[in-house]
C-alpha cells in the first residue's frame, strides 16, 4: 500500500506540532508566537524560532517522520538549512510505532553538556 503525499505531509506535521509542544513545556516563557512549525511546504527550518527563543534553544531543526530515512540526506538538507538561519543543525526523527531520537555533530552535543 502506497502513502499518499497528503498522509506524509500530515505524518511530517504531526511530528513538528509534537516537537513545538515539547518546547513550549521545556521553556514555559516562551509562547506559541517564538516557536511554532513551519508551514508545509515551506523551505528552510521545520521549527521558526522568535529571537527570544534562539537565545534558549539555538537549533535548525528538521524534522523527519518517515519509515524509511535516508540519514545522511536528511542531514545535509538539516545542515543547510540551520546555516541559512546561523543555527546549530539537529534532525528530529521517528516512524511509526518508534520513539522520537535526533542527530547532531558531537562537538555540538559536547558544548552543551555541563
Known amino acids: ?11 511530517s506535521r504531526n511530528l513538528q ?4 509542544k515539547m518546547l513550549l513545556e521545556k521553556y514555559p516563557y516562551l509562547t506559541n508566537n517564538d ?13 521558526k524560532l522568535s529571537e527570544m527563543a534562539r ?3 539555538p537549533f535548525g531543526v528538521e524534522c523527519k517522520n518517515q519509515e524509511s530515512l535516508s ?17 546549530i543543525p539537529l534532525l528530529i526523527f521517528k516512524r511509526n510505532h518508534s520513539d522520537t ?3 547532531m555533530k558531537i562537538d555540538h552535543f559536547l558544548k552543551f553538556l555541563k
Not at 516557536?35 to 521549527?47: F, L, Q, R, T, W
Not at 545535509?76 to 546561523?86: R, T
Open 17 to 20: 506540532n509534537s516537537v513545538v
Open 55 to 57: 537565545k534558549s534553544f
Open 71 to 87: 540519514i545522511w540526506s536528511a542531514i545535509k538538507q538539516c545542515e543547510e538549512n540551520a546555516h541559512n538561519e546561523k543555527l
Open 101 to 103: 531520537y535526533i542527530v
Open 1 to 11: 500500500m502506497s502513502i499518499t503525499i497528503k498522509s506524509r505531509k500530515a505524518k
Open 35 to 47: 516557536i511554532k512549525p513551519a508551514v508545509m511546504g515551506e523551505s528552510g527550518i521545520d521549527i
